[in-house]
């Protein structure tokens, strides 16, 4: 008789947060598993996760995270709550004995970033960070590039994502302090510093000069894109708070002498666009990508010298399948390291720094000067 060898039993996944990410990038992206079995959805909003329960088919809703993490036993709990959560959610999480996948920004701060990451390797379980833009295919292309050394060693790097309208909603938990703990640079600027640092081998920061502006949120304009479009019939902007960025931009100095520009903003007079440029002794990137349009098959521009002459290379990228998307590639390298113990693209010390950037650079803003940026000592 020949020996069989049986699957092993799905892992048990529990989402906590029914909102935008949960049900538009985490279930979609579950759905179709065969390894994983969505067992409990959690979200203080009982109507918003029972209708999220019942177009996914989650056997199990909660409205108090404690008592799903004690009843429903997750082997995996993916969280994509309002940011502050992020840290007390995964720490509770941890000490249940499960896994996890938190949204971005792992943490409003660089301290609760650390201790999530010692937590995780104290208890033997894997956390990453919902960073998924690292698995793009031109992402991908150029650090492989990168790290076999084709642009030399990268010395200056700009990163720009800007958003014509795009303040997220009139009085959501985005434009609030407390619980976003930042605006702009907090919600789509930690994707793009990620992308930087990763790219650029994850030098160490040690100093940041920024600014941050509130021009359009105060105001109540610019409003799109997500959370509630338009101020109520009535309401005054007192009535939505905002005490957040709408835009941050800074340059960040590394310990290897290099310099990264940053440029973000929500809404501004300015076309939406998306840069990311690489600089390196012997050539040079660019990324293009269209925020919130349709892709370009060409988002990657090389820049060297051929023959003597400047030369520049348009590799090409044909769409995805959905199959094949970010959220999925994510899911199965974080699947593939609880399983088989295999690296994580995303780990959650690569994203201690990426936070510290980002509390020190609105730090600067706050004081009108530069800062020096001080990372956490790791626990162990
Ligand atoms: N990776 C990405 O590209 C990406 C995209 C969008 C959002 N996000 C991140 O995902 C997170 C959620 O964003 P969203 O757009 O889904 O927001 P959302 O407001 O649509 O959803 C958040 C949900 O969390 C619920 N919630 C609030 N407090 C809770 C608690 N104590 N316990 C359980 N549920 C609670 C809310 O009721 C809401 O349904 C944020 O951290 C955001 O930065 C990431």
Redesign the pocket.
Known sequence: MSPTTQAPSPLRVAV???????SR?HLPALQHRTDTEVVAL????AE?SLAVAEQFRIPATFTD?ATMLREAQPDLVII????V??APQTLAAIEAGAHVLV???MATSAVDAQRMADAARAAGRVLTI???NRYRPEMNYLKGLVDAGELGRIYYAKISLLRRRGIPGFG??FTNKDLAGGGAIM?IGV?MVDLALWLMGSPTPVSVMGVTYAEFGPRARALGG?GVDAPPAGASTADGRFDVDDLAAGMVRFDNGATLMVDISWAGYSPSEEHLHLLGTEGGAEIHGADRQAPTQTPLKLYHDYMGRPTETLPVFPPLPASEGSMVQQLDTLISAIRHGTPLRVTPEQVVVVTAILESLQESARLGRSVDIELPRPAL
Request: no cysteine; hydrophobic share 35%.
């Open positions: 906590v947060g029914a909102g935008f990410i949960a990038g959690v979200d203080v909003n918003r995270y994509g709550t309002p940011n959560l992020h949204e971005k920004p919902g960073l998924h959501s938990w919600d994707h997500w």
